[in-house]
C-alpha cells in the first residue's frame, strides 16, 4: 500500500466521498425552478476548486467519514484489510494506520474531544479518542497516533454508535441496544476493565445516534420520544413529539431541534425539554439536521423517506419572547420556525464555503453548488471526471461546521482519494482559536501494512 500523498498543480477533477457509492454519471431528477436541470455542468477549470492532493492507497474504501469535532482529518477505512487511516484532510499527509478491525464498520463511529489542563498556566491540550464499533466491541483509539486505548467486547446487541461523555473515571459511552434499552459504558483506570455502569429500559427501539452536549445526551426512540440522560442513572427529562424519531436530535446552543416520521420539526429547550416551537413540513424526517456557526439562525433539515428522493430545506430559527398582560410574569420563551427554502434532489452534503453548500442527489455524481441565500443551484460539475481510467466509487460527507476546511473528497474503486480545495480560502475573522486542533504527537503506529502486521504483537494490551 503506498501512502504517499503525491501533489497535483494541474486542474484535473476531484469529489467529495459520502460513505455511498456514485456510479450514476451526472443524474439529477429535480426539475424544479433553480435545479441542476436547468445548468450545463461546468469543467474543473471552471468551477472555483482545484486539485490539491492525491493518495494512493492501493486497497478498496469500505468507508469513509469526517467528524465534526476534528474536521481537519478524514478517516477512511480499508475493504480488505479493515484498517483504519487517517488522513490529515489539507495536506494527504498519513497520520497514522491503525490495526486491523475485527470486521467492517456498520454503526456509525464517534469522536470526543476533550480538553485538559496542560503544565503551561492558562494552555489546555486536546485530548481526541476515537469510538468504533465492528463485530459487537468497542474500540477505542487515540486519534492523535491511533493507538488502541482499550476494547470490550459488548455483552449486548448495539443498535446505534456510541458517544462518549466525560474523562476518566466519569467517562459515560451511550449506546442503543436492540432490547429497547440504553446501555452505558465505562473503563475502570485502575483495574484497566471496562464494563457497563448502567442502563435504562426505554422499551422501544433506539436506531439513532445520541448526541451530548455538556455532560447531558440525547436520543430519541422509534415511538417519538426524547430522551436526556445524565452521567449516573438519572434521566434528566423526556419529551413526547410523536410519530417515530429514525435522525439524531441537533443540539443548536440552548435548543434540541429534532424531527419525525409524520413531518414535523420540533424546538425545545435541551435543559428542561419544554417545546417552544414547532413546525409542520409535510414530510417525514428520518435524518439529523446540520447547522454552521456563520448561521446562528439557520439549521438545514432533510425531508422525504430513506428509499423516495429527499429534500434540503433551510429553516429559519428566531427564539422570541412572547409578553403575558399580566406584567408580573416573566415573558414566554419560544422559538419561530419558517422555511426560507427547498432544494428536492440534493441528499448528500459533502462540502461547504460561506457561500455555498456542496452536495448531490443520491447516487449520482453530479455535485451541485446550492446557493445557501438563495436556495438555487448556482453550478454543477461532473466529478466521475476525475477518474478516466477506474470508477467513482465514494463522494464523502463531509461537514465542517466552521466553514474552514471548504474541501471536497472523491474516492475511486481501486482506492485512490483525490481532495479539491476552494481556491482563495482564507480563516474567517469569526473563526474561534480554541478551535485549533492540539499539535499532534509523533505517529507511533506503522505506515504500511507490512510494518504494521510486524508490530501488531507489540501493541498495547486492551
Not at 474543473?44 to 492525491?54: C, D, G, I, M, R
Not at 478491525?101 to 486536546?126: C, D, Y
Not at 447547522?291 to 428522493?309: D, L, Q
Not at 473528497?409 to 482506492?415: P, R, Y
Amino acid at each position: 500500500m503506498s501512502l504517499r500523498p503525491l501533489f497535483v498543480a494541474s486542474a484535473l477533477v476531484a469529489l467529495v466521498l459520502s460513505g455511498c457509492s456514485a456510479t450514476r454519471r451526472g443524474i439529477s431528477v429535480d426539475d424544479s425552478p433553480g435545479s441542476a436541470k436547468e445548468q450545463v455542468p461546468r469543467t474543473l477549470a471552471q468551477t472555483p476548486f482545484e486539485v490539491t492532493w492525491n493518495l494512493a492507497l492501493d486497497e478498496p474504501v469500505h468507508r469513509a467519514w469526517t467528524s465534526p469535532a476534528v474536521p481537519e482529518l478524514l478517516f477512511l477505512q480499508l475493504e480488505d484489510s479493515r484498517r483504519i487511516v487517517a488522513v490529515e484532510a489539507l495536506s494527504g499527509a498519513t497520520r497514522w494506520v491503525s490495526q486491523a478491525l475485527p470486521e467492517v464498520i456498520a454503526l456509525e463511529p464517534t469522536i470526543t474531544r476533550i480538553r485538559l489542563p496542560s503544565t503551561q498556566p492558562g494552555v489546555t491540550i486536546n485530548d481526541d479518542r476515537m469510538y468504533v464499533i465492528a463485530q459487537d466491541t468497542l474500540h477505542v483509539l487515540d486519534v492523535r497516533t491511533g493507538h488502541l486505548i482499550w476494547r470490550y467486547v459488548l455483552p449486548f446487541s448495539p443498535s446505534t454508535g456510541p458517544v462518549a461523555v466525560g474523562y476518566d473515571s466519569s467517562l459515560r459511552v451511550y449506546i442503543g441496544d436492540w432490547s429497547g434499552r440504553m446501555q452505558v459504558v465505562s473503563y475502570h483506570q485502575d483495574k484497566n476493565f471496562p464494563y457497563v455502569v448502567w442502563q435504562w429500559p426505554i422499551n422501544t427501539s433506539v436506531g439513532a445516534l445520541p448526541v451530548q452536549r455538556d455532560a447531558l445526551v440525547y436520543a430519541g426512540d422509534h415511538q417519538g420520544v426524547i430522551h436526556s440522560f445524565k452521567l449516573d442513572r438519572e434521566q434528566a427529562w423526556e419529551q413526547r413529539i410523536g410519530g417515530g424519531i429514525y435522525g439524531s436530535p441537533l443540539v443548536n446552543d440552548r435548543l434540541l431541534l429534532v424531527g419525525n416520521t409524520e413531518g414535523l420539526l420540533v424546538a425545545l429547550n435541551r435543559l428542561t425539554g419544554e417545546s417552544l416551537g414547532k413546525l409542520a413540513l409535510g414530510s417525514p424526517v428520518v435524518r439529523a439536521p446540520v447547522a454552521f456557526r456563520n448561521e446562528p439562525e439557520r439549521a438545514y433539515v432533510w425531508t422525504g423517506t430513506e428509499e423516495g428522493t429527499q429534500s434540503l430545506v433551510a429553516i429559519q430559527v428566531q427564539p422570541d419572547t412572547v409578553a403575558f398582560t399580566d406584567t408580573a410574569r416573566h415573558p414566554m420563551e419560544v422559538v419561530r420556525l419558517g422555511v426560507a427554502w427547498t432544494r428536492p434532489a440534493f441528499e448528500s452534503l459533502i462540502g461547504s464555503t460561506p457561500e455555498y453548500l456542496y452536495g448531490t442527489a443520491r447516487e449520482s455524481s453530479l455535485v451541485q453548488a446550492l446557493n445557501r441565500r438563495s436556495g438555487r443551484i448556482d453550478w454543477t460539475w461532473d466529478a466521475v471526471s476525475l477518474f478516466p481510467r477506474s470508477t467513482l466509487a465514494h463522494l464523502v460527507a463531509y461537514q465542517d461546521p466552521r466553514d474552514r476546511l471548504r474541501s471536497l473528497f472523491a474516492i475511486d474503486d481501486e482506492g485512490r482519494v483525490v481532495a479539491l480545495r476552494f481556491f482563495g480560502s482564507v480563516p474567517s475573522d469569526r473563526d474561534d482559536s480554541q478551535d485549533e486542533p492540539a499539535r499532534p504527537a509523533a505517529p507511533v503506529m506503522p505506515t504500511s501494512p507490512k510494518a504494521a502486521k510486524a508490530a501488531e504483537g507489540a501493541a498495547p494490551a486492551p
